[in-house]
């Protein structure tokens, strides 16, 4: 079981608390997470990717055991803690200002 954070307006949209609990099929990769993700709660379809492209949307950044992995590939391995549950795999949104 993958746990996952998410930040206060996609909690909103997906009418959870804190974090969502996600069955993954498969290797915990960012793909796998964000289409278990979406298909849990369909509201969020569009909201944390293009839903053309796939790519993150700006503004959203993801994080796994304290690392930025907002720039990796969506296809690589996430670590074990992720996989096994003991850690969440965060999405946050980025503060952008000037």
């Known amino acids: 079981m993958v ?9 909103t949209l997906a009418h959870v608390r804190d974090e969502v609990q996600l069955e993954i099929q498969g290797p915990a990769t960012q793909r796998s997470i964000l289409d278990a993700l979406e298909a849990a709660y369909p509201a969020l379809r569009g909201t944390i990717r293009d839903h053309v ?3 993150r949307r700006p503004f959203l950044r993801f994080f796994a055991c304290e690392q ?7 296809d690589a391995p996430l670590p074990e803690a992720i996989a096994s549950g003991a850690e969440p795999f965060m999405i946050i949104g980025a503060i952008a200002g000037g």
Request: a neutral charge.
């Open 3 to 11: 746990r996952v954070f998410l930040p206060a307006h996609l909690r």
């Open 53 to 55: 492209t796939q790519q």
């Open 68 to 74: 930025d992995y907002s720039h990796e590939s969506p």
